[in-house]
């Protein structure tokens, strides 16, 4: 994780329009792939904080959704019941078993084919992402039953305005920490990826508080956010890594908690704590 060394940026949490969410789409599979090309042979069977899968494998579920959005046939394929079945037994939600699939599929893949795969299909499918006319994008669906929410009910537009690619984003943290590589960040990719979370916070989170709590967030990637209505009662202080660590489920409470700072109404801040979670 790059310290953070740069005061924090105020910014109103606020959405992406769908031109400026594909150009961090297509910086963000740039800063990934460099960092693949970063790592060595030991590097890619390192653990990660998805406890499923090694590097190795979470590369593979990149490149399997990928190939997913490049090819309709492949991402009916994915989604096939007769396909999942096996994997929905094993207690997998939909979208969870399509993940596995792909990373199944490629299981004898080696590092460097899953590195081509990825170059050649990613590029495709943040361009079909691109080109998805708005009626399509309202269409909503089921995201999974696998999060502190239930079942969350998204629009296809954000799903592939801003789920994939902060899905890219968190693993090429999770990689970046497994193996101890520098995670790029800078304000002007990394701080609408980062805001992106905080405004989905502050409308999952906010109406469930008592009062208003300010997060600052340390950083490149960081930036001074407020959840909840009314003055702030409370301030968290923590990097901006933690809160996606945090927000994710990547990282626990308890494991990120020595690094933050509280001031105010500390149960008031806690609680926010405790209740942060946005899909990723």
């Known amino acids: 994780m790059q310290t953070a060394t740069m ?18 789409a297509r910086e963000e599979l740039n800063r990934f792939l460099a960092l693949l090309d970063a790592l060595d042979e030991a590097g890619w ?18 490149a399997g959704t990928a190939a997913a959005y490049a090819r309709f046939a492949e991402f009916r394929r994915q989604a ?9 037994e094993r207690g997998l939600d939909k979208l969870a078993a ?3 699939i792909a990373v199944d599929d490629r299981a004898a893949a080696t590092p460097e084919e899953l590195k081509a795969e990825l170059r050649q299909l990613a590029p495709r499918a943040i361009a079909f992402r ?18 502190p929410l239930g079942r969350t009910w998204v629009s296809l537009g954000y799903l592939t305005d801003v789920i994939l690619t902060r899905d890219m984003w968190m693993h090429r943290l999770d990689i970046a920490l497994a193996t101890g590589k520098e995670m790029v960040l800078t304000p002007e990719h990394d701080g609408p990826i980062t805001a992106l979370v905080a405004s989905d916070l502050a409308r999952l989170l906010g109406p469930k508080l008592p009062g ?3 997060f600052d967030l340390a950083g490149p990637a960081g930036g001074v ?13 923590l990097d901006a890594c933690d809160f996606h660590l945090l927000a994710s489920g990547f990282g626990s409470l308890e494991e990120v908690r020595p690094r933050i700072a509280i001031s105010g109404d500390t149960p008031l801040a806690e609680r926010a704590l405790a209740g942060t979670w946005v899909p990723y």
């Open 7 to 24: 005061a924090s940026i105020e910014r109103k949490p606020a959405r992406v329009g769908h031109d400026r969410a594909m150009a961090l």
């Open 80 to 88: 096939n019941g007769k396909l999942q079945r096996p994997y929905r």
């Open 130 to 147: 691109a080109r998805l006319p708005a009626p399509v994008r309202s269409i909503h669906l089921p995201l999974g039953l696998a999060f």
């Open 98 to 100: 399509q993940n596995q």
């Open 212 to 214: 208003a709590v300010q």
């Open 45 to 62: 069977e390192r653990p990660t904080r998805c406890s499923l899968w090694n590097v190795r494998q979470t590369v593979a579920h990149l």
């Open 225 to 237: 956010f407020t959840v909840g209505r009314g003055e702030p009662a409370a301030t968290v202080v």
